[in-house]
């Protein structure tokens, strides 16, 4: 589908694990909007990641898709990947990261709040659709 790699991170307890996705088209999307406070940051982020169907799950960066409840379930997360959209769920990184699994109290203001003041491409994700005739996942971070 692309050349392009993000890293999706999920959190568990005080730990975001890591789970690099290479060979996805990622689109960033630059922009502002007008808020009741002045002008915003309306940047976003889609991601087509194509997936190998297999018995166990659909499988992307050599790591089995499982939904958000069985991901935080599974005895070692580092084997799996979810997409959780909503606040605290699912983080989206454009590029590599070089680390693997951080913890939320790393920086005071949290892992998210690092991110988005020192990275241009982390966003949160906020949607996820899965597609089987064409088999990816679709995401969108903001």
């Known amino acids: 589908m692309g050349g392009d790699t993000v890293t999706v991170f999920n959190r568990l307890g005080d730990m975001w694990y890591p789970a690099e996705l290479s060979g996805v088209q990622a689109r960033l999307r630059r922009g502002t909007a007008d808020g009741s406070m002045g002008p915003r ?12 169907p297999d018995r166990a799950g659909p499988v992307l960066g050599g790591r089995t898709y499982l939904p958000p409840k069985a991901w935080r379930a599974a005895a070692d997360p580092d084997r799996y990947v979810t997409f959780d959209p909503g606040p605290g769920g699912t983080v989206l990184l454009a590029g590599r990261w070089p680390e693997g699994p951080v913890p939320e109290g790393r920086w005071p203001e949290g892992f998210y709040a690092h991110m988005d003041r020192t990275a241009d491409g982390a966003f949160a994700l906020t949607a996820a659709a899965r597609y089987e005739a064409l088999p990816h996942f679709e995401l969108t971070g903001r």
């Open 41 to 52: 940051r309306d940047d976003e982020m889609t991601v087509l990641a194509p997936f190998m």
